[in-house]
Nanobody
Framework: QVQLVESGGGLVQPGGSLRLSCAAS????????MAWYRQAPGKQRELVSR???????NYADTVQGRFTISRGNAENTVYLQMNSLKPEDTAVYYC??????????????WGQGTQVTVSS
């Protein structure tokens, strides 16, 4: 039972910044990857950014150079720093963590989603 709790969404003007946070709780043996997805109305959920267990990040082309994914000092925490926000960034953002609860048992947990609205 791995549960994710997200926070940090809200309304921001174009060019502004937000930082999303995601904290995991429960039995975690190993985390393989942490990621942020987003889903805009009428569109499929898309991968925004991912960070591996080794700390290597990747980004969607649409956000590269503006967003930064990072792990917190607490191993069960991941952040998404969003700068230079654009109206097209408006979406519900979801945290995703994949790993193992035991040596043999994997998990794939999702946060509840947090709304990000970029509008003047």
């Amino acid at each position: 039972q791995v549960q994710l709790v997200e926070s940090g969404g809200g309304l921001v003007q174009p060019g502004g910044s937000l930082r999303l946070s995601c904290a995991a709780s429960g039995t975690i043996f190993r985390i393989n990857a942490m990621a942020w997805y987003r889903q805009a109305p009428g569109k499929q959920r898309e991968l925004v950014s991912r960070i591996s267990s080794g700390g290597s990040p990747n980004y969607a082309d649409t956000v590269q150079g503006r967003f930064t994914i990072s792990r917190g000092n607490a191993e069960n925490t991941v952040y998404l720093q969003m700068n230079s926000l654009k109206p097209e960034d408006t979406a519900v953002y979801y945290c995703n963590i994949m790993g193992s609860t035991t040596y043999y048992t994997s998990f794939n947990s999702w946060g509840q989603g947090t709304q990000v609205t970029v509008s003047s």
